[in-house]
């Protein structure tokens, strides 16, 4: 099958120029004699234009040049046409991008997309909402609340926000249910994950897998909050194993267990964030997987 490729470039995402990322790929594309065209993404998510291009003029591919925001809208608005995606990494964390082992630099990644291979990529669903790498609420959550309203973006600005809401967090009341099983809990946040990292190689959730058919479920219970960055580090690190939902909890600063579908009680309405995006909280929270939503080219062999 001859390969036709939509670049969609995100003209605002993360913190450097668009202008010489759109140069380049439109000369490597050249070079390789593959037809291409190049659209911007938008805000508000209209990509009726891309579809008509996939449909009547049967274009294989789009490939995303932005961050995790571009990665969710696009991904969840075009996989119903069967295109391959691809990730040249232009945003603030690139969570996917990471989780996939995509290079961070630029022809790399471009290099990616024309040597590498597309294997099928979970995702999965909140009330309905789409999300294909890690959503949570809480803590984590509030930061990007926070982070969504500063005009400068990137890593020094993420921090900062993170920083300062740890001085002001406090744990929030949830039960979380699986099947017939309930956990009651005080925690700071919860995290959902299908992609392993918050972005910037913050691993949140180290046995996650893109395409195993399961969610990762973090809760950082309440503590101390002296100890939460040395338990947070170890769960980072990967010292945490997965566990059984018929051990004991309660002793646990963190709980990590993997699970296909979850219900969220949020009686105390905490914070929620959808793939890094802030949204408005629910009380309930129904979270299914989907698996293989998509197709996503990655380096051979990952």
Known sequence: MKRKIIYLINPISGT???????????R???LRKIPFKVFHTNAAGNYDMVRDAIVQEQ????????GDGTVNQVTGTLRDTGV???IIPAGSGNGLARAANIPMRLKSALNII???YANPVDAFTINGSYACMLSGIGFDAQVAHDFAQKTTRGLFTYTQQSIINFFKANPYQFEVKIDQFSIFTDAFFISIA???????NATIAPQAS???GLLDIVIVQKMNKAKLPFALLRQMRGNNKLQQLVEDMSNKSVIYFQAPALTIFNPKLAPLHIDGEPRETIEELNIEIIKEAFMLIQPKGN
């Open 210 to 212: 893109l395409s195993d």
């Open 194 to 200: 299908n992609s392993n990292q918050f972005g910037n």
């Open 28 to 30: 490597e594309t050249a």
């Open 84 to 86: 391959r995606f691809g």
């Open 16 to 26: 450097s120029t668009k202008e010489s990322i759109r140069l380049l790929v439109e």
């Open 59 to 66: 274009y294989t591919d789009v490939v995303m040049l932005g």
């Open 114 to 116: 024309f040597e590498g």
